[in-house]
């Protein structure tokens, strides 16, 4: 079993040590036998229709954000394409943000979105730093939890009818208003959670991996479940010091 991972411009967005979730995603998958081809996407590279079975993009600073959006916002159809086909997605903060309709930054400069998620940020005037703690549902009737860190400027606001990632347990999420964290659209999830996010939350790493082989496949395959001792404790630490600080500063 192979899984092909784009990873839309490791060379500016990858900030909170983001390019973590990539050593897990490869080393969960090696694991079981299963090969994960790893191939960047920059500036002006294509993203070939068919061709990725899961794609990452990360966080980064407004600096960095306006250094790419146009380039990604003219990616538009294919990443779109890619989506409705069927490829598995994971976007962190900035590149969440960029996958929206549109991101106004500090400085009031409004950057093209994707418009693949459906929301828009603006940014205010206090960061939104801290533990985040999440309860998920992404299959039926399961509940996950989701720990993580934020820091972001950025205020996310969903259209209505768009479906959220999770409820806040802990800390701000998308606008530390409405209680609601990140976006989900089929096997395409966005969020403000870096730490990096899947070392210490490796149920969604496995649900990343199970959906980018059904765009290959046609159904999730069951995984065999991996001796996560050291992932579980660092998610219990990572949900103790969320809930100890209620996630805010
Ligand atoms: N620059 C964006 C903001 O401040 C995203 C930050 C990030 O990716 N951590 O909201």
Known sequence: MKVVLGHLYPDYLNIYADRG???VLDR???WRGIELEYRPIGVKDPVARGEYDLLYIGGGQDREQALIAPDLAAKEPELIAAVDDGAALLAVCGGYQLLGSFYRDRSGAE???VGLFPLHTVAGEKRMIGDVLLECRLERGVTHTLAGFENHAGRTFLDSG???LGRVVAGFGNNGEDGFEGCRLGRAIGTYLHGPLLPRNSW???????EALA???GEPPLLDPLPDDFEDDAHDVASRRAYRRGGRY
């Open 21 to 23: 979730n990539m050593a």
């Open 28 to 30: 969960r998958a090696s």
């Open 204 to 210: 969604l790493a496995d649900w990343l991996l199970a």
């Open 162 to 164: 768009a479906e959220p």
């Open 111 to 113: 950057l093209p979105g």
């Open 215 to 217: 765009h290959r496949l």
